[in-house]
């Protein structure tokens, strides 16, 4: 299985912004669509952001309006802008590709921090 690579983390005060990177060879091609999630340490991960190979595009209702997600289909690359930051997004961001002959392993994810 390939595997995901995201990037772009780093740590911001509130109201920052930063730009997430998430990069799966192939999946524009073999795979319905990209999810972002974000984790915090013991805590369940929560689904954040979806974007379709149709460009079809969903959020979260607490990133709604914050965040945008869009893809390059040329590098098989997802990013998600997000703006207007808050101590509350803090987290370990991941992504992974989603359908039904897609098969990626997770990747190591990257950090967000926002301070107040």
């Known amino acids: 299985q390939a595997q995901v690579v995201e990037s772009g983390g780093g740590s911001v005060q509130t109201g920052g912004s930063l730009r997430l990177s998430c990069t799966a060879p192939?999946?524009?091609?073999?795979?319905?669509?990209m999810n972002w999630y974000r984790q915090v340490a013991g805590n369940q991960r929560e689904w954040v952001s979806y974007?379709?190979?149709?460009?079809?595009?969903r959020y979260a209702d607490s990133v709604q309006g914050r965040f945008t997600i869009s893809k390059d289909k040329a590098t098989d690359t997802v990013y998600l802008q997000m703006n207007n930051l808050k101590p509350e997004d803090t987290a370990m961001y991941s992504c992974?590709?989603?359908?039904?002959?897609?098969?990626?392993?997770w990747g190591q994810g990257t950090q967000v921090t926002v301070s107040s």
């Open positions: 992974k590709p989603v359908g039904a002959h897609c098969f990626y392993t």
């Open positions: 192939g999946f524009t091609a073999k795979c319905r669509g």
């Open positions: 974007i379709g190979t149709d460009d079809m595009t």
